[in-house]
């Protein structure tokens, strides 16, 4: 069972910049696409930014240009760089990883809920 831990949320201001990270244990086996997602309070689960194994990414609208996702392959961590924060970025992170689907398709509404592995999250919080 892979094992992913967030970390880095914090409560800053707009305008600010944040890097959370997710460090995987237990990450073994298949290759794995990974990704991160987030949860406003009331609100469903989105997609936010993915990265395959060749290292190729996708990002949701609200977030290109300001967010990048990246990978250490050696120590098994994906990191979310996070500029330009704004007050609607609020939310809880989550890092995720699976082992069927490309990163092309892990931000689809379809797939969220069939990805292999989760963290419990890392809370973001922005001011205006």
């Known amino acids: 069972q892979v094992q992913l831990v967030e970390s880095g949320g914090a409560s800053v201001q707009a305008g600010e910049s944040l890097r959370l990270s997710c460090a995987a244990s237990?990450?073994?086996?298949?290759?794995?696409?990974m990704g991160w997602f987030r949860q406003a309070p009331g609100k469903g689960r989105e997609g936010v930014a993915a990265i395959d194994r060749d290292g190729s990414t996708t990002y949701a609208d609200s977030v290109k240009g300001r967010f990048t996702i990246s990978k250490d392959n050696a120590k098994n961590i994906l990191y979310l760089q996070m500029n330009s924060l704004k007050p609607e970025d609020t939310a809880m992170y989550y890092c995720?990883?699976?082992?069927?689907?490309?990163?092309?398709?892990?931000?689809?509404?379809?797939?969220?809920?069939?990805?292999?592995?989760w963290g419990k999250g890392t809370l973001v919080t922005i001011s205006s």
């Open positions: 995720a990883a699976d082992r069927k689907y490309g990163g092309s398709r892990l931000l689809s509404p379809a797939v969220i809920p069939l990805l292999d592995y």
């Open positions: 237990r990450y073994t086996g298949s290759p794995y696409s």
